[in-house]
């Protein structure tokens, strides 16, 4: 493992091949409160001039993508987007991938959830559908207009992840066999997680976006924080964890470099030459 510091950025004699995609997580890693930060804004700018492809992977519902992301794929600055953990992958043109739930793992979910009495929902290309409602809920859905209420929306509609939110940071559904039922609990927030198919990954994206740029994962560079990037870490050829990111996966960093308020992305990305 390299760690990238002010004080390490000069031990390396040469400089590395850049990759042929990069892979951004969102939430601190390009983006702080929901807001890209500029200097990271500026970087992309500045790599969407070059061969390399531009790829957002994310946990978020394409239903609540950030307008500052969402432009930047219009711009075509960003090449496409892995969003809902590798579960839908698009880009201009239209849909790359998608796996959305079975009617049985749909059926299971609720009935975890409802078993554990937790507020859920369910995200579809369009909406993320919650089960119920309290003060805070009532205060985001009136600012978020893809946000509904509507227990039984999964139902009658393509839905790909589940998201359940904790009473405290203790209650984290541990006593459930997710493995039994062929399914995943995917920890993003203390207390908030992810319910999955077992087999569904950000990883599980990428192999789909590499194979539609006819690129192998091996020449990629995924950017992460959190626990829903452990996959993709083992899968690139460069997996870099941010100064702020879970132990468990600055563990499986190749490079550990700054937050984002310390210009992280930048650091490591100085220690590449830009393809010609």
């Avoid at 009473?167 to 399914?183: E, S, W």
Wanted: glycine share 6%; with cysteine.
């Amino acid at each position: 493992m390299f760690i990238v510091d002010k004080a390490a950025t000069a031990s390396m004699p040469r400089k590395l091949p850049m990759p042929k995609v990069i892979f951004f997580d969102i939430d601190d890693t390009l983006s702080r409160n929901g807001i890209i930060a500029e200097h990271n804004k500026a970087t992309l700018e500045a790599l969407a001039q070059t061969d390399i492809k531009l790829v957002i992977s994310t946990g978020r519902s394409k239903a609540i993508l950030p307008a500052d992301i969402l432009a930047l794929l219009e711009a075509d600055v960003l090449d496409a987007i892995i969003c809902m953990n590798g579960q839908y992958s698009f880009d201009n043109q239209g849909l790359i991938s998608h796996y959305p739930l079975s009617a049985e793992q749909a059926d299971k979910i609720v009935q975890l959830c409802q078993t554990s009495q937790l507020i859920h929902k369910f995200d579809s290309a369009t909406h993320i559908a919650w089960s119920g409602e309290n003060e805070r809920l009532r205060e985001f859905n009136v600012k978020t207009p893809n946000s509904i209420v509507d227990p039984l929306y999964y139902l009658s509609n393509p839905v790909y992840q589940c998201s359940v939110f904790f009473n405290n940071q203790f209650d984290k559904m541990q006593d459930i066999d997710f493995a039994r039922d062929d399914l995943k609990l995917v920890h993003w927030h203390q207390i908030g997680a992810d319910i999955l198919p077992a087999n569904a990954s950000k990883a599980r994206g990428i192999l789909d976006v590499c194979d539609y740029y006819g690129v192998n994962a091996s020449e990629c560079m995924a950017f992460g924080d959190g626990m829903n990037d452990l996959e993709m870490f083992d899968l690139v050829g460069y997996a870099v964890a941010m100064g702020d990111a879970q132990p468990a996966l600055i563990e499986r960093a190749d490079f550990v470099t700054g937050t984002i308020e310390e210009h992280g992305i930048q650091k490591v990305l100085e220690q590449f030459k830009v393809a010609s």
